[in-house]
């Protein structure tokens, strides 16, 4: 008897298991959910996007994550995410193994942010011209004083090219492809960049405003002024300065993106571009 009762017990368990799991599984069913991952630089403003998103469409779930560009692009080519931010433009490589695996991905301009030359808070130098920067970064300038400073080697600092979206787009666009010094020392994250510029009088790096502004109010860097030109003013880099477009280094950032049946994807697209990619 007492047997019995305990697998009667056993089985009823089963049956309220194999209840909520069915339950489970409808409800997830009734929801869109759209997995975001790619870009650090846009992962916390996504996010603030997605929580205002959900707030008021409670039929979607929008998980969001960072990794990095290329690693955004890695999980959208492998469909284990929907959206990935980017801070540089899809290769033709990538597109092309898309059309292999016969993703149809959209493309759209989703925000802009400046890229802060950043320098030890010790360092007498203000400002640089573009050319000065390129210079700097390709190795052409070694020493301080070849742009108004010292007479201090200058150490260079760098991301991983083959992870980061902005060392990308700051290859191309402000070095014109051409390839970093080779004593650049490469980190790993924009957070170790910042680490040791903050540690080293000679250093200078390169990273978001979203990471260098924060950095420079707790005393730890200094955002340089930059130059268009040598007949340009030096502007100070700034949210509103990369908004009027008068700061000259400046990356648009994307979303490439899956849509699904009924532009479920593309509606919460739409909502971000609408409501604007506020990364301070």
């Not at 403003?45 to 998980?63: E, G, I, T």
């Not at 980017?86 to 059309?99: G, H, Q, V, W, Y």
């Not at 730890?220 to 477009?245: H, M, Q, Y």
């Amino acid at each position: 008897m007492r047997k019995r009762s305990a697998l009667t017990g056993f089985l009823t368990v089963l049956v309220l298991i194999a209840v909520i799991v069915s339950t489970s599984d409808a409800q997830s069913a009734d929801r869109t959910i759209i997995r975001v991952k790619g870009s650090n630089v846009m992962a916390a403003a996504v996010d603030r996007l997605a929580k205002s998103f959900m707030a008021s469409n409670p039929d979607y779930m929008v998980v969001v994550s960072g990794g990095g560009t290329q690693a955004g692009f890695n999980a959208l080519l492998k469909g284990s995410c929907e959206i990935a931010p980017a801070s540089r433009k899809i290769t033709p490589f990538e597109m092309d193994l898309a059309a292999q695996r016969r993703l149809r991905i959209g493309e759209r301009l989703i925000g802009r942010e400046g890229i802060g030359i950043i320098v030890n808070p010790k360092n007498p130098v203000k400002s640089l011209t573009m050319d000065q920067v390129r210079s700097i970064f390709t190795g052409k300038y070694s020493v301080w004083s070849q742009v108004g400073g010292p007479e201090t080697l200058i150490i260079l600092f760098s991301t991983k090219l083959e992870r980061s979206g902005t060392a990308v787009y700051f290859k191309s666009f402000c070095l014109k492809g051409d390839k970093i010094g080779v004593d650049t020392n490469t980190k790993y994250y924009f957070d170790h960049v910042i680490r040791e510029v903050a540690q080293t009088d000679e250093a200078v790096g390169y990273c978001p405003l979203v990471k260098a502004i924060p950095a420079e109010e707790a005393g730890k860097i200094r955002i340089l002024s930059i130059k268009k030109d040598e007949e340009s003013p030096a502007v100070v880099p700034t949210p509103a300065t990369v908004e009027d477009r008068s700061y000259p280094l400046i990356m648009p950032l994307y979303f490439y993106y899956i849509d699904r049946p009924g532009g479920k994807v593309a509606r919460f697209v739409d909502y971000c571009a609408r409501e604007g990619l506020k990364l301070y």
